[in-house]
């Protein structure tokens, strides 16, 4: 597929990378190309331009911002080019500051995920929240004793989260649908539960995995 990841930061460039090293074309979108110039010597196959040209060259589209910046983010581009495209948003709405006894701090509520503010702004884009509940170090093939570790995703679009559920395959996960965006409401906050170990021991290589 023709990718387009809107994010110039890690997340988006381990992504970036993961999905060109399982033969798909890549476009990083970014209001500052210049900051993905090493990502790009390191990556020749991949290309750099704006959002708006990355969600005009992908198929399939994915949200790797800050959860501060995903709605900006969102509306530099027309709903118009967005409208009818699959998107991964791998964002959560953690506000910008230190964590607190080791846990981080949205700006959201159980009541309301930022994935549903999302969904609401932009109707027509068909999300499916995935990549939100690892660190990088571990989205592309994580290698675990135990096997595969689990994806937790959502979203209203049944045909859009086959084709992230495809994705996640090819990536060496097993996915998790637990149903419409509301769902975000519950998976965003894993995030959280992720970060407590780093942020107390310093362990950010582990995954979640759900056993039956």
């Known amino acids: 597929m023709n990718v387009g990841i809107i994010g110039s930061g890690v ?9 060109l090293k399982h033969g798909h074309a890549v476009r990083l979108g970014t ?24 969600v005009q060259f992908g198929e399939l ?3 790797a911002v800050k959860g501060t910046a995903a709605l900006l983010a969102l509306q530099a581009v027309s709903a118009e080019e967005l ?5 991964i948003d791998a964002t959560n709405p953690i506000v910008d500051g230190p964590p ?22 932009f109707p027509y884009t068909r999300f499916v929240k995935g990549f939100n509940s690892v660190g990088n170090a571990r989205m592309v093939n994580p290698a675990f004793a135990q096997g595969p570790p689990t994806m937790f995703i959502c979203g209203n679009d049944a045909k859009a ?17 637990l149903g419409g965006v509301e769902a975000a409401r519950a998976i965003e906050p894993l995030c959280i539960l ?10 950010w290589t582990h995954a979640f995995k759900v056993l039956r």
């Open 11 to 19: 997340v988006a460039q381990t992504l970036g990378g993961g999905f």
């Open 31 to 54: 209001r500052t190309p210049a900051k993905l110039a090493e990502w790009a010597a390191q990556h020749p196959g991949g290309r750099v331009g704006s959002s708006t040209e990355a």
């Open 61 to 63: 589209l994915v949200l």
């Open 83 to 87: 409208a009818g495209k699959v998107m």
């Open 100 to 121: 607190e006894h080791g846990l981080l701090r949205f700006f959201t509520s159980l009541e309301d995920s930022l994935m549903e503010r999302l969904q609401r702004e």
């Open 161 to 177: 989260k086959q084709v992230v559920t495809s994705v996640l395959e090819e990536f060496g996960w097993e996915s998790e649908d």
């Open 194 to 203: 992720w970060c407590i170990p780093g942020f107390l021991r310093g362990e």
